[in-house]
Nanobody, 126 residues
Framework: QVQLVESGGGLVQSGGSLSLSCAAS????????TGWFRQAPGNEREFIAA????????YYANSAKGRFTISRDNAKNTVYLQMNNLKPEDTGLYYC???????????????????WGQGTQVTVSS
C-alpha cells in the first residue's frame, strides 16, 4: 500500500508558476510509475503528466506540453510537477497517482493507477 500526499497548490495569476509535490509513504516508491491528474469542477479527472519508473520516460497531455515538467527524487520518495505559464483553464484539483511496475494500461490512462493522493487545489486567476 502506498500513501500519497500532495502539496504546493494555491492561487496564482495567469502566467505565473507553481510547483506541486507528492510525497510517498513507501521506500520502494521508485518501483512505481507516477502520474499527475487534474479534475476541474463538473469535469472528469484528466491525465496531465506521467513518469515511467525506469528510463525516465515522460508523457504529457497536449495542454501541458512545453509548460509542465514532471520529475522525481527517489531519495526523497517524492514526485514533482513544475507548472509554468499557468492559464485559467489549468484550474482544478491536482492528484498524484502511482501505478505498479506491471501497469496494465498506458501511462496516460487513469485506470492504470492504483494509488491516489487527496489532491491539492490550483486556482489560476485571469
Amino acid at each position: 500500500q502506498v500513501q500519497l500526499v500532495e502539496s504546493g497548490g494555491g492561487l496564482v495569476q495567469s502566467g505565473g508558476s507553481l510547483s506541486l509535490s507528492c510525497a510517498a509513504s513507501q521506500r520502494t516508491f521508485s518501483s512505481y510509475h507516477t502520474g499527475w491528474f487534474r479534475q476541474a469542477p463538473g469535469n472528469e479527472r484528466e491525465f496531465i503528466a506521467a513518469l515511467a519508473r525506469t528510463g525516465g520516460s515522460t508523457y504529457y497531455a497536449n495542454s501541458a506540453k512545453g509548460r509542465f515538467t514532471i520529475s522525481r527524487d527517489n531519495a526523497k520518495n517524492t514526485v514533482y510537477l513544475q507548472m509554468n505559464n499557468l492559464k485559467p483553464e489549468d484550474t482544478g484539483l491536482y492528484y498524484c497517482a502511482a501505478a505498479p511496475y506491471n501497469i496494465r494500461y498506458s501511462y496516460t490512462n487513469i485506470r492504470g493507477y492504483e494509488y491516489w493522493g487527496q489532491g491539492t487545489q490550483v486556482t489560476v486567476s485571469s
